[in-house]
Every structure is written in C-alpha cells, then in structure tokens.
C-alpha cells in the first residue's frame, strides 16, 4: 500500500470518520431533567449502529484503502472506492431520518424515569454529532472526485538525498530534485559552469568542437551521450510495463511520488520504482521532472 497516493479529500474522509466513532459513544437522546446515566447511545440500539455509525466507517476505510492499493481491488463489479462512496451516502440518509424520528425509533428507552412525560425525546448529541459527520463524509467522499483542490496530494513527496563524501559541503544532487547543477559531458565533477575544461582554451563555449576533436555523426550524441538519469513524478496513475514487452504491468506509478528515469526506450522511459523493480513507462505525457 501506497500511502502517499492518499488525497486531501480522503484526508477528510478520514476525520470524518474518526468523528463519526466517537458519536456513536455519545448518548442519542436528550431528556431535560432525567437521569443522563441511563440515557442509550449507538452501541445499545443495533439498527442504528449498523445503519449508520459502522456504515460509515466501512465506507471511509474501503475508500482510503482502494486509493493506497497499488491495483484497483472490485467487489461484486464495483472498485473499492466506489463501494465506500456508496457506504457513505447510505450512512448519511439514514443518519437524517434517524434525527428526525428520534421518538419514534427510540421510545422504548424513554420513560417516566428520564423526565420525559408524555413529550417524546429529543436528538441526543451522539445523533447530532452523527449526523454532521455522517453528511461530512459523505459529502468529502463524492467531492473528492469533483474539486480538484482536494485531489492534491495528502502528504508531499519525497526528496530523495544523495550521500554526501565525508567532510563535504550539501549540494544539490546529480538528477535528484532541487539540484542546484549537473556537471556537463566531459566536466569534472564538481567544476563550476562557465570554467574551462581541461584541454578547453579559455573562452571557448561548451560543447564546441575543439582542435582534433572528431564530430560525432548527427543523431549519435542524442542516442549515446544525452540522456541523464533524472527523477520524475506522474499526474496521474500510470501502469509500468516490464522491460521485455510483456503486456501485463509489473507495477503502477502512483502520483505524489518520485521515480527514477535510467534510460531512454524509445517515446518512453525506463524507470526504476523505490522497491527496486524496472519497468518501461510507455505514456510520459504530463510528468513533473525533479
């Protein structure tokens, strides 16, 4: 599982839920006057938990863990995440009507003991606090599809770092993220740009041909001497296919994650996962370089 594949709009699924678990521990009913230890919540009324409180939260964890698995999982046809969406919306229905008929479903609990007279109870704070949560759920769960601001990643990926030689001074990585530089064919590690290279007279650009130096026939350099590893990060969840041509994927490029880019295939690249497994991404359209 995929943490980082995680969205801010199942960052709410997720409160909301832990929201939703803590007022099924809070009592449903409201008695003026009467004796709050005998008051019931979710836990004592088995229709009411099942329909709405442990609804809920089944929905919210079949939506956080279809959007973590690396292959989409199905149920009876349906993706889990569209399971849980489903969940969520029955949840918040039945927490309505159960707001709204609070006498009626829960009279057997009310009686001359609570204060309650021949006035039916009220919606206790474990019914309202259901309810919000319940519509707040549902509402992230649907949403999250729709507003692009919640489709952002949850938590930031990461920056990979490149060990450091010992007593040397942090520089920004060879392809890594956030790197200041990459030395130029040909320059030694390390060389500032704009200095002559060795065997280079002062003045001349980089990349000319110098006295003696053969030309290399057009197209070579970019099939041989161009390429440099670099890291990247999909938009979107893209499958990654194994390096003899196999039409089966191997692996699935999650976005919010760095990968490495080894080698130019053709349109595509061979990338290398944070596990260790090379593959070919076929569809490079959208990729952020690091």
């Known amino acids: 599982m995929n943490i980082r594949s995680l969205t801010r709009g199942d960052g709410v699924v997720i409160g909301a839920a832990v ?12 008695a003026d006057g009467g004796d709050s230890d005998k008051l019931p919540n979710a836990w004592e009324n088995g229709n009411l938990l099942l329909s709405v409180y442990l609804l809920g939260i089944i929905g919210a964890a079949l939506i956080v863990v279809g959007r973590a698995l690396p292959q989409p999982r199905k149920v009876a046809g349906l993706d889990l995440g569209q399971l849980g969406v489903a969940f969520t919306i029955a949840a918040a229905w039945s927490s309505l009507g159960a707001i709204f008929d609070a006498d009626q479903s829960y009279g057997f609990f009310f009686d001359s003991s609570l204060g309650g007279g021949s006035s039916g109870p009220e ?5 309202i606090l259901g309810l919000i ?23 930031g990926a990461p920056r990979p770092v490149t060990p450091q030689p010992y007593g040397g001074q942090p520089q920004g990585g060879y392809g890594y993220p956030g790197a200041q ?13 704009g200095q002559p290279q060795q065997g280079q007279p002062y003045g001349a650009q980089p990349g000319q041909p110098q006295p003696g130096q053969q030309t290399p026939p057009p197209g070579q350099a970019q099939a041989t001497g161009d390429f440099s590893p670099f890291w990247f990060a999909v938009p979107v969840p893209r499958p990654l296919y194994a390096e003899d041509g196999s039409p089966t994927p191997i692996a699935e490029l999650a976005p919010g994650t760095w990968y490495l880019a080894v080698e130019q295939r053709g349109p595509g690249l061979v990338a290398q996962t944070q ?16």
Do not use: E, N, W
Request: hydrophobic share 50%.
């Open 133 to 155: 949560a319940a519509l707040v759920l549902a509402a992230a769960a649907v949403a999250t599809a729709l507003v692009p601001a919640l489709k952002a990643p949850l938590m």
């Open 123 to 127: 919606a206790g704070i474990g019914l």
């Open 19 to 30: 929201l939703l678990f803590i007022a099924s521990f809070l009592d449903t009913l409201d």
């Open 181 to 193: 530089g990459q030395p130029q064919q040909g320059q030694p590690y390390g060389a500032q740009p």
């Open 275 to 290: 596990d260790g497994r090379r593959g070919v991404l076929q569809d490079t359209t959208g990729i952020q370089r690091g």
